[in-house]
């Protein structure tokens, strides 16, 4: 039962709004159109006995109430499919744009589309309940029905506005608040990296001191060219994907023929955006834990494809593996990096967005990051 009303209250927050993939699943947000229908058709109910000026008898209420109930319903339905018909085939830039700020234009669009659904609706209760008892007594004659619709129409677009207004100035201080957290998740996870970098630089200072100062030279040129990604707010994946190659090229200067990576994504993956520093952490663990305690190394697989509405990112290595004994006088990682992927990951894209671990096929790790696809998310 919690689960249940857990799926309405998500549906709730997505009922309003065009999206081309809802958090709730379709029988929820059908759900949520009965009880929207439900609840228009008590108020109707309850305006119309108050305007009799009199206690009807239960029959007679009955009568007065059943046709509006159904005429609710029948309208409800008609919106639902009616928004859901605009949200598969409109283009991704309409539906950011209805979405956005609730201005003139935006509030014209949705008032418009109110007044035809409406307008669709009585005629479809008329035909399939003028016969209806209680119905005879309704007049629907063409003058006065579209005089009402128009005024109904107009009202529910006024206050849909004022609604409107109100949530997206509330979702922007959240978005706000939101960007300012993923800047001090980004700042943490800046020197978790270098440290463990320089850090393997001073251990090989201690017994080869070449490769040590050929790693280094590696690591500045690795900085030069990602520390202005680091300070972005946005990046790509193919950008991620570049600097995994540059760390991992870093890492083989160290590990030799230990280390091997393969690197794969298709061109629609590459293009879509992610907050940067996502992907290192995950690659450098995969080497950290996973090969570098191995005497015969491993690969490490790199790979981004979109799949089911999602973008799909994978680290794999065919290592140790999680559950693997650590190594005396090995480092312990304290799981700092997963933890900052899985909040930056909830900040950005909701509760959609997840990191899982599993172990690999037929040994090793797999970290996968899965990130709903929405139409914000969808451009560079």
């Not at 006024?158 to 959240?174: D, I, M, N, P, T």
């Not at 970098?197 to 900085?223: E, I």
């Not at 290592?319 to 950005?348: H, T, W, Y």
């Amino acid at each position: 039962m919690q689960t249940f009303i857990a799926t309405l209250r998500l549906a709730r927050q997505d009922f309003f709004k065009l999206k081309r993939r809802h958090a709730a699943p379709e029988w929820a947000l059908w759900v949520m159109t009965g009880l929207v229908a439900l609840a228009w058709g008590s108020g109707l109910t309850l305006v119309a006995l108050l305007a009799s000026g009199r206690v009807p008898s239960p029959r007679q209420g009955f009568e007065i109430a059943l046709p509006l109930l159904l005429t609710a319903l029948i309208i409800s339905v008609v919106f639902h499919v009616v928004y859901t018909a605009i949200e598969r085939l409109a283009s991704d830039r309409f539906l950011v744009w209805v979405n956005g700020e609730p201005g003139l234009l935006v509030g014209l669009f949705y008032g418009v589309v109110s007044m035809a659904c409406v307008a669709l609706g009585l005629y479809l209760g008329y035909l399939v309940l003028g016969q209806m008892p209680g119905m005879g007594r309704v007049n629907w004659a063409p003058q006065r029905s579209w005089i009402s619709v128009s005024i109904f129409a107009i009202f529910a677009s006024v206050l849909w506005g004022l609604w409107a207004w109100q949530q997206w100035h509330e979702e922007q201080l959240k978005r706000q608040a939101q960007e300012a957290q993923l800047r001090l998740l980004q700042a943490q996870i800046e020197p978790h990296f270098l440290f463990n970098t320089l850090a393997n630089v001073q251990s090989l200072m201690d017994h080869d001191l070449p490769k040590a100062k050929q790693m280094l030279g590696s690591f500045t040129d690795y900085l030069r060219a990602s520390l202005g990604n680091m300070r972005s707010e946005h990046s790509t994946v193919a950008q991620e994907l570049e600097l995994a190659q540059r760390y991992l090229q870093l890492l083989q200067g160290r590990m030799e023929d230990r280390l091997r990576f393969e690197i794969s994504a298709d061109e629609a993956a590459r293009a879509q955006r992610l907050p940067p520093l996502l992907l290192q952490p995950l690659v450098e663990n995969a080497v950290m834990h996973g090969l570098e305690p191995s005497i015969e190394g491993g690969t490490v697989h790199v790979r981004a494809r979109l799949q089911g509405g999602t973008l799909q990112l994978e680290v794999q290595d065919d290592g140790l593996g999680l559950n693997a004994p650590p190594r005396p006088g090995a480092r312990r990682g304290n799981g700092v990096a997963l933890s900052n992927i899985r909040e930056r990951l909830q900040a950005r894209f909701g509760p959609e967005a997840r990191l899982d671990l599993q172990p690999g096929t037929p040994q090793g790790t797999l970290a996968r990051i899965t990130i709903p696809l929405h139409p914000q998310e969808s451009a560079p």
